[in-house]
């Protein structure tokens, strides 16, 4: 049996390949082809496997090795740190050290993504930062109006909705001194361009919503859109590799920090460690979910009565991944304990 440690990069990897006993076979610097790492394996016929931390173009790797029938593991880099943590870090050395530790058995592993859910989540990904970009072009909007003489605020002032179709039209015909005009005809340009391609991810997202019925379970639960349901089914992946909804909560990072000293223990704010995009979806969905749920309405409400709201905040984001773990386990949809007038 050969052990393989890589050190990825975004064009190049170290490789350090192991024999049982530790032995460095080979050694060296490749690019990231599937024909440059295959000529770099080629006569270690014995069974072979592969660990590459985990990383935006570590799956790269993945899918060539996988190709090649190397058995690959996804370590989890923070963990991989904690274990081998060295003062001095080459790309030589970090190899050797994954080597090692798959050899030893001891490679703490992140979940492994298919393809299927990797292209998903680059979907969902982009939709995220076009909303984003969006929202800061609208307050790049809203600055440079706020700079505006009296007459013109007070044009602005008539609009409740200053992005709707007539509010940007309103914004179009505004009199402003020819830079500002020139200034604000550029950001309504890009916030057009910006509408234009969220409209299409948006049916992006709806293709993947009808193909995924995890997602189609999670929108029943009060709160999840369609964009939300889809993220979390995305994001979970696959149910049953989480024991319980506390594996889900840390997994996702929604569970108070703990200090301990002596016989005291004290829990401070959420640890935010874990998948930061299902903990976005969790605590996003919490506001419209007490609004349209009388029973997750009266859990905030008790929470919040004895803890603050922040705090509140976060152990309802607890419960909505508690039922959608319960949801998906047992391929149910929501009931509601009741719904609001």
């Not at 298919?114 to 984003?132: D, K």
């Not at 970009?133 to 809203?142: D, G, S």
Request: charge should be positive.
């Amino acid at each position: 049996m050969y052990y393989m440690g890589i050190d990825n990069h975004k064009q190049r990897s170290h490789l350090t390949i192991m024999e049982e006993d530790g032995a460095i076979v080979k050694a060296g610097s490749v690019f990231n082809y599937r024909s440059d790492i295959e000529q770099f394996i080629r006569g270690l016929e014995t069974e072979m496997k592969a660990v590459v931390e985990a990383g935006y173009s570590s799956y790269i790797l993945v899918d060539i090795l996988d190709g090649l029938g190397v058995d690959v593991k996804v370590a989890h880099p923070q963990q991989v740190k904690a274990i081998a943590k060295a003062k001095i870090k080459t790309d030589k050395r970090d190899s050797r050290i994954l080597a090692d530790l798959l050899r030893a058995n001891l490679i703490p592993e992140a979940h492994k993504r298919s393809l299927e859910t990797r292209r998903a989540q680059r979907v969902l990904r982009q939709r995220a930062f076009f909303v984003a970009a969006m929202t800061r072009v609208k307050n790049r909007i809203r600055a440079l109006l706020a700079q505006q003489p009296e007459d013109i605020q007070k044009e602005i002032g008539l609009e409740k909705e200053l992005f709707s179709q007539k509010g940007i039209e309103r914004l179009q015909g505004l009199k402003m001194a020819c830079v500002d005009k020139a200034l604000l005809e550029g950001l309504l340009k890009l916030w057009e361009e910006l509408s234009a391609l969220i409209k299409t991810s948006d049916k992006m997202v709806e293709e993947l919503f009808q193909k995924m019925k995890e997602a189609q379970r999670i929108y029943t639960v009060p709160g999840f859109g369609k964009f939300f349901s889809v993220l979390v089914a995305t994001e979970i992946d696959d149910i049953l590799r989480f024991e319980s909804a506390s594996k889900l909560h840390s997994y996702a990072g929604v569970i108070p920090s703990t200090h301990s000293s002596g016989q005291r223990i004290y829990q401070g704010k959420m640890t935010r460690e874990g998948n930061r995009w299902l903990r976005w979806a969790a605590v996003e969905a919490v506001w419209p979910a007490i609004r349209h749920d009388q029973g997750l309405q009266l859990f905030y409400l008790k929470y919040a009565s004895r803890k603050k709201a922040n705090a509140a905040k976060v152990a309802t984001a607890r419960r909505l991944l508690t039922i959608i773990y319960k949801l998906l386990k047992e391929e149910r949809n929501y009931v509601p304990f009741h719904k609001t007038q």
